[in-house]
């Protein structure tokens, strides 16, 4: 499955629990993957802990997929992957 095909897959995927969300405001987070593949599950999570109030998400995964057919393109795929994103951007 591709990047696009997976992005589309999680959207919607995961919410933040309300009576969980003052635990997480202005919070950095830490969200751990065992195996990033195409980055889509991680950047849903990311996306959704910060819209739930979270000031940064920081991904740390401990595999990462690399097919050797299409290695090169796997690597510049991983610079669109968002390692730290910073809620409020100046």
Do not use: H
């Not at 950095?28 to 599950?41: M, S």
Request: aromatic residues 4%; hydrophobic residues 40%.
């Amino acid at each position: 499955m591709g990047w696009s095909k997976r992005r589309r897959n999680v959207q919607g995927a995961f919410k933040v629990n309300p009576a969980r969300r003052q635990n997480l405001t202005d919070r950095r987070v830490l969200l751990i993957d065992d195996v990033l593949t195409t980055g889509a599950t991680a950047q849903a999570c990311a996306k959704t802990l910060l819209k739930g109030g979270a000031t940064a998400v920081d991904v740390l995964t401990l595999a990462r997929v690399v097919r050797a057919a299409d290695s090169s393109r796997a690597f510049q795929a991983a610079g669109k992957i968002p390692i730290y994103i910073p809620r409020n951007s100046k």
